[in-house]
């Protein structure tokens, strides 16, 4: 039995966003997401939309009782753009959205939990997408930054963790390259223009919350950070994960940390005749604007292996340097596609983040653990759901996190994926992460036993194991 004690003052939560929680009360505008949806219902998992989501609207006061049940300190979600912002030109807020969102927040203050507030959650404006391409567009970058600069100046003082983005290279690959996110274009030039767009739009945010001098508030980003793991030690399949990594994880975090454009990275988007259109004047805004803090969603290693087959794509994506690989000694989650499960990238993560990084203060923005309604059963006699399952590998995972705080990480926190069962993109409700089930028939929130422990451990900032 090993017991494991986290840093005092550790934030402990979990992360859900806007979009895929709040249900479309009151909403001024269309996201992406309604507008694919209302176009394509076959695309999602059962046909279910963001439509039918949480409710959290409506339930958030009931909803923050909840968050206190388990042991919450703090909890992540996003403002939607296209809830916030009545007119994109003008800039006019919807006067529904600002109350909501300030009582949202002040609940969740009045009862001891921080809120961290990210801006972006992969949630486009329908109607900048169809009349502008969304970030393909300089124009939408400028958009970005004034709606952001509406919210630090509607909610600032009430937050003391901004995030300008989660995850910006996933709707870049979703919506350019594989096809999973609206406008679902396969266009390797116009993806690189979308990632670097998406930056600048997050450098320009950084730069304007810093000339505000919000007293006592931060800003940050929230990248996913998928190690690239090889076959073998060949120098072959070393290069391709260099590649991989290059292009999917120093691609984001050397601009957004380091504050550096990688040399490399410029070399190979050349090769490939991607290069994106830049300026001067913005290269000058991407390097110097600083975060203070990084959000870090891990879920699963990237397997890699140098290229076998020709590539045979007519359009540039990453994989022209590697070929994705599946590990026949890996330890895989049943209950989520066969997805790797594999700990001690958590570690492998930190010791990045340390030594290359500058050891920035960072938090685990996004660890979760996919089941299935089924595979998660029926409530017992208590009224709990049993995902023991959940538990043991959170426990693998934060043995890790702890292992690499003692290798002197700077890590300050973790959040869960999820709060409540929320509805996922186009896998809708197919896999459950939640510390409470959502009932969808019902609405009603039913407990899993996870949440009896978790809330033993950030209670007392310690698990044994
Ligand atoms: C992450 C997303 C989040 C959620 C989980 C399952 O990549 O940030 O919105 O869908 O995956």
Redesign the pocket.
Known sequence: MTTYTFPENFLWGA?A?GI?TEGVTNKANESIWDLWHRESPERFYKGIGSQVVTDTYNRYKEDVQLMKQVGFNSFRTSIQWSRLIKDFETGEVCPDAVEFYNNYLDEMIANGIEPMINLY??DMPAQLQEKFGGFESKKVVELYVDYAVKAFKLFGRKVKYWITF??PI?PTEGGYLYDFHYPCKKDGKLAVQVAYNTILAHAKAVHAFNQLSIEDSKIGVVL?LTPSYTRNDSEEDKQAAWYADLLFNRSFLDPMVKNEIPQELCDVLKEQNVLPETTAEEIEAITSAKIEFLGV?Y?VPRRVKAREAEYDLDYFTPEVYFENYVNPNGRFNPYRDNNEILPTAVHDIAMNVKDNYGNVPWFLA?I?I?MDEVSEGKPDEDGYIDDTFRTDLMKEHLAQLHRAIEDGANCFGVHQ??FIDNW??T?SFK?R?GFYRLDLETGNRIPKKHGIWFKELTATGTFVD
Request: hydrophobic residues 30%; negative net charge.
């Open positions: 992360a966003s895929q959650h992969f989660n995850e996933v996913n969603n879920y996004e979760g996919a994926w999820t996922s993109w896998n896999r992460y």
